[in-house]
Structure formats: structure tokens, C-alpha cells
């Protein structure tokens, strides 16, 4: 089963806006990673963000978490086309990552 | 540093048989995870080795092993294969640093049809 779950399932956003998607999930956490998927390929890492932190920044990303609340979100600054995936939360419990269903960003030029 | 690997990329099988997959982590990296995705199901953690031996177990039935070696090389082993086994198989690795805040790095998956 899946301990986290994404919201929106699907986003369609101009090239330049910003894209955000969050993630619950229901039990403690040691840390909270967030992946993207390209059509059915691996997942690329993002962002890691520790239980203990409440805000990571990686180049045009922002990740926050809020372990009172269970919840994570990510933010993708002026997005582009290349941005278009689908984008994971995965919560790690001792090296076992329980993944949401997934956020479908579709960027349009 | 070369990427997480995995052998073959694409299979076709047909029910009742077996297949193997293959996978190399990071060099260094001692963890290695495997992973299902299904559009059904999502993605569902499968099991984690370390050290040549099974860490973690999830919620599949017997018909899924797998096995690390000491070079940290893995392969998982699904028999007497059904139709829902149709699935993209992926596995991740990770140093297992014992920080508890280790990036697990993903490799291309193997895209697994049951006909």
C-alpha cells in the first residue's frame, strides 16, 4: 500500500509558471525524498529533506516539510518543457522508500 | 561515477516461466533495492540487501527473491511468472550510511511483459 498520497494527480501549467504538488503520508519519517519520472523511465533523485528540517532549496526547487501536519510539498520555480514528468514523495523509513502515487506535470510551451 | 545499471532493459516472457534481472549499484554503494511499478499499484518496494543479505521484506509473495553478491551486484528472480507481473522493475541503491538520510539512486528499470 501507499503511505503517501499526492495532490493534484495531474498539472498543466505555461512554461514560466511556477508548479506545485504536495504530498501526505501517514507515519513517522526518518527523512522525506522527492523523485521525478520521465514516461515510464527510472526515477531521478531531487531533493532529500531529513525529518528534522523544514525547508530545502535545490536550484529552481523548493521543498518544505511539515512532519506536525504530515505533509511535504514541492515547488518548481519558472518551469519548462523539460520539466514534464511525473514527480514522486517517497517516505524513508530504514532505507525503505513507500512511495505516493505520483503528480503528472505537463509543461506547455 | 558510472550510474546504477540494469540488465536486460526490456523482456518478454511468457506465463508459467522465469526470469532473472540483473542489477549494479554505485561503486561503494553497499544497498540495493528493488523496486515494482505497476499503473495500478504505483510503485511498491519489493526488498533491500546489504551485505548479501535480505534487510527488508515487502508485501509480495513467495515467488519474488533475489540475492546480492559481494561485489554488491544483485539480481532478483521471479517464477512461475503471471500476467500481473507485467511491471517495470526497478532498482535503487544507496551507500547505507546509517545516517538515516541516505539518497537512493535509481537505475533505468527493466520493463518485464507476461504474455
Known amino acids: 500500500s501507499q503511505q503517501g498520497e499526492e495532490d493534484p494527480q495531474a498539472l498543466s501549467i505555461q512554461e514560466g509558471e511556477n508548479a506545485t504538488m504536495n504530498c501526505s503520508y501517514k507515519?513517522?519519517?526518518?527523512?522525506l525524498q522527492w523523485y521525478r519520472q520521465n514516461s515510464g523511465r527510472g526515477l531521478v533523485h531531487l531533493i532529500l529533506?531529513?525529518?528534522?528540517?523544514r525547508e530545502k532549496h535545490s536550484g529552481r526547487l523548493r521543498v518544505t516539510l511539515d512532519t506536525s501536519k504530515k505533509s511535504s510539498s514541492l515547488l518548481i520555480t519558472a518551469s519548462r518543457a523539460a520539466d514534464t514528468a511525473s514527480y514522486f514523495c517517497?517516505?524513508?523509513?530504514?532505507?525503505?522508500?513507500?512511495f505516493g502515487g505520483g503528480t503528472r506535470v505537463l509543461v506547455k510551451p | 561515477k558510472a550510474g546504477v545499471t540494469q540488465t536486460p532493459r526490456y523482456l518478454i516472457k511468457t506465463r508459467g516461466q522465469q526470469v532473472t534481472l540483473s542489477c549494479s549499484p554505485i561503486?561503494?554503494?553497499?544497498?540495493v533495492s528493488w523496486y515494482q511499478q505497476t499503473p495500478g499499484q504505483g510503485l511498491q518496494f519489493l526488498f533491500e540487501?546489504?551485505?548479501?543479505?535480505?534487510?527488508n521484506k515487502g508485501n509480495f509473495p513467495g515467488r519474488f527473491s533475489g540475492r546480492q553478491f559481494s561485489n554488491s551486484r544483485s539480481e532478483m528472480n521471479v517464477s512461475t511468472l503471471e500476467l500481473g507481473d507485467s511491471a517495470l522493475y526497478l532498482c535503487?541503491?544507496?551507500?547505507?550510511?546509517?545516517?538515516?538520510?541516505?539518497?537512493?539512486?535509481f537505475g533505468p528499470g527493466t520493463r518485464l511483459t507476461v504474455l
Open positions: 535503487a541503491s544507496s551507500l547505507a550510511s546509517g545516517s538515516g538520510a541516505d539518497t537512493q539512486y
Open positions: 507515519t513517522s519519517i526518518n527523512n
Open positions: 529533506i531529513r525529518s528534522n528540517e
Open positions: 517517497a517516505t524513508d523509513r530504514g532505507n525503505k522508500l513507500t
Open positions: 561503486s561503494g554503494h553497499r544497498s
Open positions: 540487501y546489504f551485505s548479501e543479505t535480505q534487510r
